[in-house]
């Protein structure tokens, strides 16, 4: 292995990077649910809108991709799996077939009340090795945390010009995740 070198800038240390942190603990949480979803033939994605459609009764799909924090495109892959199980139901408005609602099927709650046990128990493990107030105290932070960060302008780097060597390594072709553009 080569030696490496730190960067130039002075970036705070890896292990104090927030996205980090929350992406560590999402996967320790995670790692606790994983196999009763297994044991049931759902994906983590398909599990978060199950258990988001138990709570309304009719959503239209971009609320549910902003309450299951999917991309749209993700989403209907997701939905058209579902579907195809039986385990939601798609509606289109007669005043506009374009609109789309969802709502959990009746199958669909039978298959989330056998999971419930299985889900109830990893949260009871979780609330006693980490602490019933801890996770008050937890949820209470993440909270605030988004409200505040929700409260800001949303940063825009639009008009800013990189220097000639970097822009060389960026290029105009942009990869990854494409970016929800809200206002």
């Given at each position: ?22 992406l ?35 959503v239209?799909?971009?609320d ?29 408005p ?12 009746p ?49 825009d ?27």
């Open positions: 292995m080569t030696e490496s070198r730190p960067a130039n800038v002075r970036l705070r240390s890896f292990s104090r990077s927030l996205p980090m942190a929350l560590v603990a999402r996967e320790a949480v995670m790692n606790r649910f994983r196999s009763s979803l297994h044991l049931f033939n759902l994906t983590e994605q398909q599990w978060r809108v199950l258990r988001a459609l138990t709570s309304v009764h009719q239209e799909v971009l549910l991709a902003k309450a299951t924090c999917l991309l749209a495109p993700s989403l209907s892959r997701i939905l058209r799996d579902l579907e195809a199980r039986s385990l939601v139901l798609r509606e289109h007669e005043a506009d077939m374009r609109r789309s609602l969802i709502s959990i099927s199958r669909g709650l039978l298959l989330i009340d056998a999971v419930a046990p299985y889900s109830e128990t990893t949260y009871a493990e979780i609330t006693e090795v980490f602490g019933k107030d801890r996770m008050d105290l937890l949820h209470g932070l993440l909270k605030e945390l988004t409200q505040a960060l929700d409260a800001l302008p949303r940063p780097h639009s008009g800013v010009e990189l220097g000639e060597e970097v822009a060389g390594i960026v290029s105009d072709r942009r990869r990854g995740r494409p970016r929800n553009e809200r206002g």
